[in-house]
């Protein structure tokens, strides 16, 4: 997309459609929802969600959550359950996001749940994003339009003061009602509470007719199935290799041979919507060893050098 300033959109059919029409050709457009602006794109495309993370200047590649405009989209990109049903309709469209196992069909891009297999689902209920949703069709995957460690925004001007061109539209529908973060529940093996919310524990409870376990931040997740585990490959990962060992899987960056490339070019932006991808390719070849190429610590390298450094870590048990 273009580097100008972005565009401002009415909150009308006209500008509905040409948010659709910016989502569609990898943009990134910004518009409310009952809880802050998000910074939608396309969550099938992968260089539409690595640009999110290059907007936002994150450090980290943490997973995001994908909204819809209907229950049946929905549904194509998730493995649904009966408690799934139960809260999606006693709470949706609305402030609650579920996280499933993603159907192993769903384009969904991998770089969406940070490599991870499962998805963070969501239909929300505000108006302006549920028009913006039903005229672009697919999964959008939208965090708080702001970078990295400023506040949230509520308005579109403090989008445009905290993204300015990193964004290429801005969806104006006034002001959100300033509401907290959805609540987030993890549907994988037995209901947790990943995330406090405006839908409260006790209301689950209710709706789901049993108590529902807490996940506390503070408490280290080490099970089978932990929801917010970081993917590691199987192989073991060797960083900032200049040559090949015999035998290792090579993951390059620029002009090396190898047998995937990150980025021919040095693109970050390329290198980021591959990365998962490519990793899970290489992991599922069944080698003991990737190694990977250096790749610049500057911009959404950053974040890329994040997630490699977790993969190269050594293993617990
Ligand atoms: P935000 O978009 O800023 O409201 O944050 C998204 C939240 O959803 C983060 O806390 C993520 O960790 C969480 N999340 C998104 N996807 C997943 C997932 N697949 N598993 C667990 N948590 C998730
Ligand atoms: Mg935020």
Redesign the pocket.
Known sequence: MNQSSPETLSDTDTGHARAAELLRAAGLVAFPTE?VYGLGADASDDRAVARIYEAKGRPSF????VHFADLETLKLHVVWTPEAELLAQTYWPGPL?L?LKRQADSPISPLV?AG?D???VRLPAHRSARAVLRAFGGGVA???ANQSGQISPTLAQHVMDSLGDRVDAVLDGGACTVGV??T?V?LIDKPVL??PGGITEDQLAQTLGHHIAVRHKAEAISAPGQ??SHYAPDALVRLNATDWEPGELRLGFGEVDCDLNLSKTEDLVEAAAHLFDYLHRLDARGGKVIAISPIPHEGLGIAINDRLSRAAAPREG
């Open positions: 809880t943490n997973p995001l959550i996001t996280v749940s991870l499962t998805i963070a939208a965090p708080s973060e959805s987030i993890g990943l995330r929801l917010m």
